[in-house]
């Protein structure tokens, strides 16, 4: 991708705030579509299943946004796991996303960055 390095010596030099801000935005612009199209792949019988996916940040320490992970179950859809092995709709949906993720991440960084920019000034 083209000035992905200077778009990440951008986002370096940025407060850790607004740094925080910009990659929350940028990671669930990339994982907004892998979360819909499972959601669209899952097989539906009461709905719960459909109902429980759903985005979560992942950090590692004290540090920005690392990950946006896609999950599927909770108390009512606890076989989340069990269906997925048969019926591999989280990992149809990630492979169908993941050949263009990382251009909307970088453009969704962009986008933000600016916005940010412009705000700060």
């Not at 940025?14 to 819909?36: C, E, H, I, W």
């Not at 946006?68 to 048969?86: C, D, K, L, S, W």
């Not at 263009?100 to 960084?109: L, M, T, Y």
């Amino acid at each position: 991708m083209q000035g992905l390095q200077q778009l990440v010596k951008t986002l370096d030099a940025l407060p850790r705030k607004l740094r925080r801000k910009v990659l929350r935005f940028a990671l669930r612009r990339g994982a907004t579509p892998v979360r819909d199209s499972a959601k669209d792949f899952v097989p539906i019988d009461t709905g719960a299943l459909h109902d429980s996916i759903r985005m979560r940040e992942r950090r590692l320490g004290k540090g920005t946004v690392q990950a946006i992970q896609i999950q599927a179950g909770n108390e009512e859809a606890f076989y989340a796991h069990i269906v997925e092995h048969r019926n591999p709709y989280m990992r149809l949906a990630f492979e169908l996303h993941e050949p263009r993720a990382g251009k909307v991440i970088a453009d969704a960084a962009r986008q933000k960055l600016g916005e940010v920019l412009r705000g700060v000034r």
